[in-house]
């Protein structure tokens, strides 16, 4: 069962990424809360990718034929909107470790990381292939330690 998300919060989200995003008039919970929709989103974005390189597998396209790029197509959105939520994601557990302690974001920490390595695993497999190479530059995620923030700020 799909989960419905707050598209206007995560809407509100894209709109402050551009240059208007000030995390200092938003309070704990709304960050807090926030941080667990892009999670839910995340999430639903790495199942649906492993749904299509699942399929992609099983009918033994390559990505420069019609059929597979068919199948592909989608994931280029997917790949943009991943990087651009996980950005927004770290910045929001920053800042959340800044303020809060780090036991209380111990779940929000294991799910990012269970979802990192989930992301840091298909953008390794989307750059292997051929038709992502001509359209889009799949990035590659940095190793993020939520723990030793407040020693870095």
């Given at each position: 069962?799909?989960?419905?998300?707050?598209?206007?919060?995560?809407?509100?989200?894209?709109?402050?990424?551009?240059?208007?995003?000030?995390?200092?008039?938003?309070?704990?919970?709304?960050?807090?809360?926030?941080?667990?929709?892009?999670l839910d989103y995340l999430q639903e974005?790495?199942?649906?990718?492993?749904?299509?390189?699942?399929?992609?597998?099983?009918?033994?396209?390559?990505?420069?034929?019609?059929?597979?790029?068919?199948?592909?197509?989608?994931?280029?959105?997917?790949?943009?909107?991943?990087?651009?939520?996980?950005?927004?994601?770290?910045?929001?557990?920053?800042?959340?470790?800044s303020k809060l302690d780090t036991d209380?974001?111990?779940?929000?920490?294991?799910?990012?990381?269970?979802?990192?390595?989930?992301?840091?695993?298909?953008?390794?497999?989307?750059?292997?292939?051929?038709?992502?190479?001509?359209?889009?530059?799949?990035?590659t995620l940095p190793e993020v330690r939520?723990?030793?923030?407040?020693?870095?700020?």
């Amino acid at each position: 069962m799909t989960k419905y998300f707050s598209w206007a919060r995560i809407s509100t989200i894209c709109w402050f990424w551009f240059g208007v995003i000030t995390f200092r008039n938003w309070s704990i919970d709304f960050r807090f809360e926030l941080c667990v929709d892009i999670l839910d989103y995340l999430q639903e974005l790495v199942v649906f990718e492993q749904s299509v390189t699942d399929s992609l597998d099983k009918s033994k396209s390559n990505s420069m034929t019609p059929q597979g790029q068919c199948r592909l197509t989608p994931l280029i959105q997917v790949i943009q909107d991943m990087a651009t939520l996980y950005d927004i994601s770290v910045r929001i557990l920053f800042r959340l470790h800044s303020k809060l302690d780090t036991d209380l974001l111990s779940g929000h920490r294991q799910r990012f990381l269970k979802l990192f390595e989930a992301i840091k695993m298909f953008f390794k497999h989307a750059q292997t292939f051929q038709y992502f190479k001509t359209l889009i530059q799949v990035p590659t995620l940095p190793e993020v330690r939520f723990l030793y923030s407040k020693d870095h700020n």
